[in-house]
């Protein structure tokens, strides 16, 4: 055992040491090393870089944000679970809405792959949306949130379905006054904040909630992590046709989409997909018109209808449609096969929080 008096002697000596060995070195010399070494890394840098699609597109996607690495999901995220617990009973709160019938889960069906099975999405009284509803689950990896990206963060994104009219239809002063007499709300929002019942308070718990709303441990994730067997021939194929395609180029990084913004249509038009101004409605930007967020794929084979506008029944015709209008090739029957069944081996499991 090293006494401690021994143990500082030993760092007072060691501290010398460096110190003596810095001064000694030329300082200009150093910082020569240094500006060489800056060039270098900045010459070598873009080379190493993948290059964003997006930024073909001149749509608003950062840098920052595109990370292409496809990557097995984390098998949790770190939440607090009292604001977990708060988040959930508020994702099943049909009060949320102005005539008590519709929580998110009901768009957002657990069972369902997050999601509705629906066309679009169906609001209080019957009110019909404009898009598909898109899966809840992974949506923490996603860049950001809805099929145009105009909501940055899982705590903007919940504000909205509740004030939207053909959504929850409701307004933040009824949702405040619901909950508020409540006196279960009352006392966990108490609990939990030193100002109690406010919107930013339930959006912060909805999204926290969400953030437990993931699917590890997808077959693929265990191919990713060594498990050659995980995935089936045919799937292992299909992954190999995603790559050498060029599927890829959109459908990346760690939920498999969800990191840029594309158009769609980029080699050939599709009709029933081109009437909704996707982006543009964002930006004003001529060239963001038909762009949307590249979808995540992961449990694309449990969300059927696909695309924004829910168009297309099965996943077999959406990765035709993909391949036309994105890639500019047919695929034949045997890739799409092949293709789904890698798509279905993304789909994931997803653990309740313990209550
Ligand atoms: C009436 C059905 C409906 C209800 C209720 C609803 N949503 Fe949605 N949700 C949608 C639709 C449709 C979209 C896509 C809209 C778009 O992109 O323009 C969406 C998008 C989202 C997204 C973005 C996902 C992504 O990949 O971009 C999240 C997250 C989400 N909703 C969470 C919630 C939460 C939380 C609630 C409850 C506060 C909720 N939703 C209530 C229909 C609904
Ligand atoms: C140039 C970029 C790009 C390429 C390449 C691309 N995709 Fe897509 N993909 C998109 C965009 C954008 C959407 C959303 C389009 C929409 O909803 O209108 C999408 C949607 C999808 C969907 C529907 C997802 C859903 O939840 O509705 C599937 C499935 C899909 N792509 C699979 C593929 C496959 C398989 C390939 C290769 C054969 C491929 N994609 C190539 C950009 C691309």
Partial sequence: MIHRGTMSKLFKNCFKTCFKTLSSLDWRFVALLLTVLALLAALIAPLLAP??????AGTTA???????????L?????TNPALVRLGKQLYFEKRLSADDSLS????????????????VGKGIRGALGDRNVPTVFNAPFNFLQFWDGRSRTLEDQAAMPIVEADEMGSSWPQVLEKLGRDPGYRERFNTLFSDGITPANITRALAEFERTLITPNAPFDRFLRGDEQALSVQARQGWQIFQTRGCVACHQ???????????I??????????????RFAVTGREEDRHVFKVPSLRNVGVTAPYFHNGSVATLEEAVR???????????????????AAFLHSLTGQYREPSP
């Fill in 265 to 278: 249509g980029v080699m050939a038009r599709q009709d029933a997909l081109s009437t909704d101004p996707g």
């Fill in 253 to 263: 990084g760690i939920n498999i989409g969800g990191n840029l913004f594309q158009k």
């Fill in 51 to 56: 290059v964003s699609p997006s930024s073909e």
């Fill in 62 to 72: 950062t840098l920052a944000s595109y990370d292409s690495t496809i990557r097995p």
């Fill in 74 to 78: 984390p098998l949790a995220l770190k």
């Fill in 321 to 339: 449609i993909m391949g036309r209008v994105q890639l500019g090739v047919t695929l034949d029957d045997t890739e799409i096969t092949s293709l």
């Fill in 104 to 119: 998110c889960h009901d768009c957002h069906d657990l069972k369902r792959g997050g999601a509705d099975g629906r066309i």
